[in-house]
C-alpha cells in the first residue's frame, strides 16, 4: 500500500461550483498557503452522470490534470453520498424510510437507502468507473469513498433483510425467543415476518430512546451497521478490481452515535474522520475522539479528512474560530496520531446550505484575510514535521468503550437518564492524560497487556471475548477499574449474572439509586479525601474483594462505593459512583505514579509520538496564560530550533504549541 511520506495539508475543493478563471486563482493562492491535497468530487455523481446511460468525465479529466500540473496530489472521492436526481426519480425505493414510517422524496443527502440492490448496483458502478479511469493518474493519493455515512432506513426491504439477518444471527426463529426473552410483554415470535421495525409505529414511544422492547432497537442498530458496511465495501471491492496500490478510506465523525465504527470501518486502510468539535471547552473532547479515532484502526496513524478553518454552519450557533486556534486545533491533530491536516472547505461556497460555512479563501478568493494568513503559517509549519508521518502514539492508559454499551444504556429504561456513557469515557480519558500523557481507546479486543491501567466507566453490556480478554489482563498484573452500570447485560441483552465476573470483580451490586442532577452524595476515596458523586449510586457488597472507600451521606450512608479486588497479579477496582473530575485525579493518582512531566498543569496537552525517526513530544498549551512543562530528556523543538535540556523547565506560552524531537 502506498501512503504519503508527508505530511498532507488541503482539503474538499469544489471547482464544478467555479469558472475556470476562478479556479485557477485558487490554485495559484493555495499553493501559495502551502496546500498540498484536494480532496475532490464527493458530490460530484449528477455532473458525471446526469443520465442512466450517460457518463461526462471529461471535465473531471481535465481537473485532475490541471491540479496535477500544480503540484497537487488528490484524494479523489466516489460521490455515492447524494443520489442524481434521475435516480431518486426513477427508482423511489431507492430513498430511505424515515423513524416515523414515512418515505422521502429526493432532496438534502446521505439520503439512499442502504439496503436497496439498485442503489448498491448504481454506486458500484461509478465507483468502478472511476477506479478503471484513474487508477493511474500522477495525481491520485487516495481513494475517499462516499461521505459521512449514517443513519437509518426503516423501508419494507430493510425490514425483510433485518429479518433474515436475525435469523442468521440467532440460529433460527427458537433461539431468537430464547436470547430476546419474548416471553416479556408477549412478544413471543411464531413467524419471521411478525418480527417489525423497531421505530415510532412499532416499539418506540417518546422518541427513538424510548422502547417498549430494548434489544429489538438494539440488534437494528447492528444490523444497519452491517449494512452501511456493506455499502462501503461494495464499492472498495470495485476500486481494488483496478486499483491495490493507493489506500482507501472514508470520513467518520468522531464519538458518532448511529454506527459502531469498530464494526463499520474494518476494511478501510486507513481511518479518516471529520472533527466539528461541540463542547466550549473542545479540546479534551477532541482529544477523546483522536483517540477513539486511533482505536477503530487499531493504533495506526488516522487521517484528519475535515475541520472548519473559520466556522460551522450546521448548529444553532456557529462561533468562528478565534486567532490561533486553527494551528492548535490542527496540531493538536499531529500529537494525536494524525498524518494529515486537512480542511472543510478550500472555497466557500457561492450558494446553498452551506455558504456560510468558512473556507481557506472567502467568496472573493481573498488572500489578505485571518484565516488565508493562518492557513499558510500552518501550511510552513506542518512541512517542518514530516518526521512524524507514520509513528504511533505512546499510551500508558486506555479507556474502554463500545457502541453495544452506549446504545443498550441509553435505550434500557432505569435509574437516570441523565449520565451518558461516552461523556463518562472523555472525562476518564481527560483525567488519565493528564496522569500520563497519551491515552488509548479500546473496545477490549485490542491488545491490552502494553497498559499500565485500563478504565471501563461503564461496559454496559458485556461480551464474552471483552470478559475473558479483561480477566487476562488482570490476571497477567493489570489494572482494572470499572464504574457503575458495568457488566450490566450481555450481548443478547439479559441481565449479566455470571461467576466469571463476580470473581473478576470480588464484589456484586446490593442495591442502586438515583436522585436528581443537583442531588449529590459524598463518598471517600481509596487515599482517604471525599468526593461528591452526582446522578447514579451503587451500594456494593464484597464477595471477596475489599471495600476501599464508603458512602457518607444519604440513606445508604457507611455502605461500600469502592472495592478493591486483587485477581491474579493485578487488580480490580470496582467503582459505585460518578466521580467529580477531582475525584478522578486523586483516585487514579492513589493507583499508579504518573508519567515523567507529569502530572499537567492547566490546560495543559501533552502525547509522545515515537518511531524509526525518533520520538517526538507535543505540548499544547490550551490556556489563556503560559504553562510551564519539564522535559525528562533533552529535546528540540521542531518549529523554532530552540533546545530544551533535560530537568529545565520550559514554557509554553498561552494558546501555543511545542513540538519536541528527543535528542
Same mark, same amino acid.
Given at each position: 500500500?502506498?501512503?504519503?511520506?508527508? !505530511?498532507?495539508?488541503?482539503?474538499?475543493?469544489?471547482?464544478?461550483?467555479?469558472?475556470?478563471?476562478?479556479?485557477?486563482?485558487?490554485?495559484?493562492?493555495?499553493?501559495?498557503?502551502?496546500?498540498?491535497?484536494?480532496?475532490?468530487?464527493?458530490?460530484?455523481?449528477?455532473?458525471?452522470?446526469?443520465?442512466?446511460?450517460?457518463?461526462?468525465?471529461?471535465?473531471?479529466?481535465?481537473?485532475?490534470?490541471?491540479?496535477?500540473?500544480?503540484?497537487?496530489?488528490?484524494?479523489?472521492?466516489?460521490? @455515492?453520498?447524494?443520489?442524481?436526481?434521475?435516480?431518486?426519480?426513477?427508482?423511489?425505493?431507492?430513498?430511505?424510510?424515515?423513524?416515523?414510517?414515512?418515505?422521502?422524496?429526493?432532496?438534502?443527502?446521505?439520503?439512499?437507502?442502504?439496503?436497496?440492490?439498485?442503489?448498491?448496483?448504481?454506486?458500484?458502478? !461509478?465507483?468502478?468507473?472511476?477506479?478503471?479511469?484513474?487508477?493511474?493518474?500522477?495525481?491520485?493519493?487516495?481513494?475517499?469513498?462516499?461521505?459521512?455515512?449514517?443513519?437509518?432506513?426503516?423501508?419494507?426491504?430493510?425490514?425483510?433483510?433485518?429479518?433474515?439477518?436475525?435469523?442468521? @444471527?440467532?440460529?433460527?426463529?427458537?433461539?431468537?425467543?430464547?436470547?430476546?426473552?419474548?416471553?416479556?410483554?408477549?412478544?413471543?415470535?411464531?413467524?419471521?415476518?411478525?418480527?417489525?421495525? /423497531?421505530?415510532?409505529?412499532?416499539?418506540?414511544?417518546?422518541?427513538?430512546?424510548? =422502547?417498549?422492547?430494548?434489544?429489538?432497537?438494539?440488534?437494528?442498530?447492528?444490523?444497519?451497521?452491517?449494512?452501511?458496511?456493506?455499502?462501503?465495501?461494495?464499492? !472498495?471491492?470495485? !476500486?481494488?478490481?483496478?486499483?491495490?496500490?493507493? /489506500?482507501? @478510506?472514508?470520513?467518520?465523525?468522531?464519538?458518532?452515535?448511529?454506527?459502531?465504527?469498530?464494526?463499520?470501518? =474494518?476494511?478501510?486502510?486507513?481511518?479518516?474522520?471529520?472533527?466539528? /468539535?461541540?463542547?466550549?471547552?473542545?479540546? /479534551?473532547?477532541?482529544?477523546?475522539?483522536?483517540?477513539?479515532?486511533?482505536?477503530?484502526?487499531?493504533?495506526?496513524?488516522?487521517?484528519?479528512?475535515?475541520?472548519?478553518?473559520?466556522?460551522?454552519?450546521?448548529?444553532?450557533?456557529?462561533p468562528t474560530r478565534a486567532p490561533g486556534v486553527l494551528r492548535r486545533w490542527s496540531l493538536q491533530a499531529l500529537a494525536q496520531g494524525a498524518d494529515t491536516v486537512l480542511h472543510f472547505q478550500m472555497r466557500s461556497a457561492p450558494a446553498g446550505s452551506e455558504m456560510w460555512f468558512g473556507g481557506v479563501l472567502d467568496h472573493r478568493g481573498r488572500t489578505d484575510t485571518r484565516t488565508y494568513r493562518e492557513t499558510a503559517r500552518l501550511g510552513r509549519e506542518l512541512s517542518q514535521l514530516d518526521d512524524l508521518v507514520g509513528s504511533r502514539v505512546e499510551a500508558q492508559a486506555a479507556v474502554l468503550m463500545d457502541w453495544d454499551s452506549w446504545w443498550y444504556s441509553r435505550l434500557v429504561d432505569g435509574f437516570s437518564d441523565h449520565w451518558d456513557l461516552v461523556d463518562q469515557a472523555r472525562q476518564w480519558h481527560e483525567a488519565l492524560a493528564r496522569h500520563l500523557g497519551g491515552v488509548d481507546v479500546t473496545d477490549g479486543r485490542s491488545d491490552l497487556s502494553r497498559y499500565r491501567i485500563v478504565v471501563a466507566p461503564s461496559l454496559y453490556m458485556a461480551h464474552n471475548d471483552v470478559i475473558d480478554a479483561l480477566r487476562r489482563y488482570v490476571a497477567d498484573g493489570g489494572i482494572l477499574l470499572t464504574g457503575p452500570m458495568s457488566f450490566a447485560a450481555d450481548a443478547t441483552g439479559r441481565v449479566l449474572v455470571d461467576d466469571r465476573v463476580d470473581e473478576l470483580l470480588g464484589c456484586q451490586v446490593e442495591e442502586r439509586d438515583a436522585q436528581e442532577p443537583g442531588f449529590g452524595v459524598e463518598l471517600t476515596l481509596p487515599d482517604g479525601t471525599t468526593d461528591t458523586a452526582h446522578h447514579l449510586f451503587e451500594i456494593l457488597r464484597p464477595t471477596g474483594g475489599q471495600t476501599a472507600g464508603h458512602w457518607r451521606s444519604s440513606w445508604f450512608a457507611g455502605g461500600s462505593a469502592i472495592i478493591r479486588n486483587a485477581f491474579g497479579r493485578g487488580t480490580v477496582i470496582r467503582l459505585g459512583a460518578l466521580l467529580s473530575q477531582a475525584g478522578r485525579r486523586r483516585l487514579i493518582a492513589s493507583l499508579i505514579g504518573p508519567a515523567p512531566g507529569h502530572p499537567l498543569v492547566g490546560e495543559l496537552e501533552h502525547v509522545s509520538r515515537t518511531c524509526s525517526r525518533g520520538t517526538f513530544d507535543i505540548l499544547l498549551n490550551h490556556d489563556q496564560t503560559p504553562l510551564a512543562w519539564t522535559p525528562p530528556v533533552q529535546g528540540v523543538d521542531l518549529l523554532t530550533g530552540r533546545e530544551s535540556p533535560a530537568g529545565e523547565p520550559l514554557t509554553i506560552p498561552a494558546g501555543d504549541v511545542i513540538v519536541l524531537r528527543r535528542t
Open positions: 500500500m502506498q501512503f504519503p511520506e508527508h !505530511i498532507l495539508h488541503g482539503g474538499d475543493y469544489n471547482p464544478e461550483q467555479w469558472d475556470d478563471a476562478t479556479i485557477d486563482a485558487d490554485l495559484t493562492a493555495l499553493e501559495a498557503a502551502g496546500i498540498n491535497a484536494l480532496t475532490l468530487n464527493v458530490f460530484g455523481w449528477a455532473d458525471l452522470q446526469p443520465a442512466p446511460d450517460t457518463f461526462a468525465f471529461d471535465r473531471l479529466d481535465v481537473l485532475l490534470d490541471r491540479v496535477h500540473a500544480r503540484g497537487f496530489g488528490v484524494i479523489l472521492a466516489t460521490p @455515492t453520498a447524494a443520489l442524481p436526481p434521475w435516480l431518486a426519480t426513477e427508482e423511489p425505493s431507492t430513498m430511505r424510510v424515515d423513524f416515523e414510517g414515512r418515505r422521502h422524496g429526493f432532496g438534502q443527502r446521505h439520503h439512499f437507502c442502504p439496503t436497496s440492490p439498485v442503489f448498491r448496483e448504481q454506486a458500484q458502478q !461509478i465507483a468502478g468507473l472511476l477506479a478503471h479511469r484513474y487508477h493511474g493518474h500522477p495525481a491520485l493519493l487516495a481513494w475517499h469513498i462516499g461521505n459521512e455515512y449514517g443513519g437509518a432506513c426503516y423501508c419494507e426491504n430493510c425490514v425483510a433483510e433485518f429479518r433474515r439477518w436475525l435469523l442468521r @444471527t440467532h440460529g433460527g426463529l427458537g433461539n431468537l425467543n430464547h436470547d430476546w426473552c419474548t416471553q416479556i410483554w408477549s412478544h413471543r415470535f411464531t413467524h419471521a415476518d411478525q418480527i417489525p421495525a /423497531p421505530n415510532a409505529l412499532t416499539e418506540h414511544w417518546g422518541g427513538p430512546y424510548r =422502547s417498549g422492547f430494548p434489544i429489538i432497537t438494539l440488534e437494528y442498530k447492528r444490523f444497519m451497521t452491517e449494512q452501511f458496511a456493506a455499502c462501503l465495501e461494495g464499492e !472498495i471491492e470495485q !476500486i481494488r478490481h483496478f486499483d491495490a496500490v493507493h /489506500p482507501v @478510506t472514508t470520513n467518520l465523525m468522531g464519538a458518532y452515535e448511529h454506527l459502531d465504527y469498530f464494526r463499520f470501518a =474494518s476494511g478501510l486502510d486507513v481511518v479518516a474522520w471529520d472533527n466539528y /468539535p461541540r463542547a466550549i471547552r473542545a479540546w /479534551p473532547e477532541m482529544a477523546f475522539n483522536h483517540s477513539l479515532m486511533r482505536a477503530v484502526g487499531r493504533g495506526r496513524p488516522m487521517w484528519l479528512m475535515e475541520q472548519a478553518p473559520v466556522a460551522t454552519t450546521c448548529r444553532d450557533v456557529n
